[in-house]
């Protein structure tokens, strides 16, 4: 069985541009979950979406967007990308609520 | 309220040994623990969980201790081998979001 996908692997920015991340959910799973891994702060919860809508979000700027698509996979938005968004953006998937997360390989997002 | 604290940040142990990491939390909202393992340049692979209603579960190697009144939890690690070599994490879940430690760092020598 497939793991939790993402892409890109890397992606290098610079500051005022835009990103797009990708994530391709565990089959027959339904929850997808985005957190960010950087330097000195540790996994931080950004979203949750399930079954197409944003169920909870944690306490990042409105520029962090996403959303999901009918096929369960789920993508990221940063706009007016700034040099502390430089990190690891990992997206983990479970099967339906209250159900173990298992995560992708992240994408590391290099804002220069 | 909605912190994990997780210590050590860093452990060294002999190959055979028994590794030990501590995490804390407050929020009572708290439903699962889950611990992950990750290694460099992958993503947190799920080790092993458990719900506060347990005081104990043990998978192979890996056995987690809950306490709730304490809110404390930890994980033990028996017969630590280099190839657990890695960085663990805590974490605690409420509302499907998971609140994370901040990490320890595991080196098992050979």
């Known amino acids: 069985e497939a793991g939790v996908t993402q892409s890109p692997t890397h992606l290098i920015k610079t500051r005022g541009q835009q990103a797009t991340l990708r994530c391709s959910p565990i089959?027959?799973?339904?929850?997808v979950y985005w957190y960010q891994q950087a330097l000195g702060l540790g996994l931080q919860f950004l979203l949750w979406?399930?079954?197409?809508?944003?169920?909870n979000r944690g306490n990042f700027p409105p520029r962090f967007s996403g959303r999901q698509f009918p096929n369960y996979s789920s993508e990221l938005n940063v706009n007016a990308l700034e040099l502390e968004d430089s990190a690891l953006y990992l997206c983990?998937?479970?099967?339906?609520?209250?159900?173990?997360?298992?995560f992708g390989d992240g994408t590391r997002l290099s804002i220069l | 309220q909605q912190q994990v604290k997780q210590s050590p940040q860093s452990l060294i142990v002999q190959k055979g040994g028994i590794s030990i990491i501590n995490c804390a939390y407050e929020?009572?909202?708290?439903?699962?623990f889950p611990w992950y393992q990750q290694f460099p340049g992958k993503g947190p692979a799920l080790l092993i969980a458990?719900?506060?209603?347990?005081s104990e579960k043990k998978e192979g190697r890996f056995t987690i201790s809950f306490n709730k009144s304490a809110k404390q939890f930890s994980l033990h690690i028996m017969d630590s081998q280099p190839g657990d070599s890695a960085t663990y994490f805590c974490?605690?879940?409420?509302?499907?979001?998971?609140?994370f430690g901040k990490g320890m760092k595991l080196t098992v020598n050979p």
């Open positions: 974490a605690a879940r409420s509302s499907e979001k998971l609140v």
């Open positions: 929020n009572t909202a708290f439903d699962y």
């Open positions: 979406y399930d079954e197409g809508e944003e169920r």
């Open positions: 458990i719900r506060p209603d347990v």
């Open positions: 089959s027959g799973h339904t929850s």
């Open positions: 983990a998937s479970s099967f339906r609520t209250q159900q173990p997360q298992h």
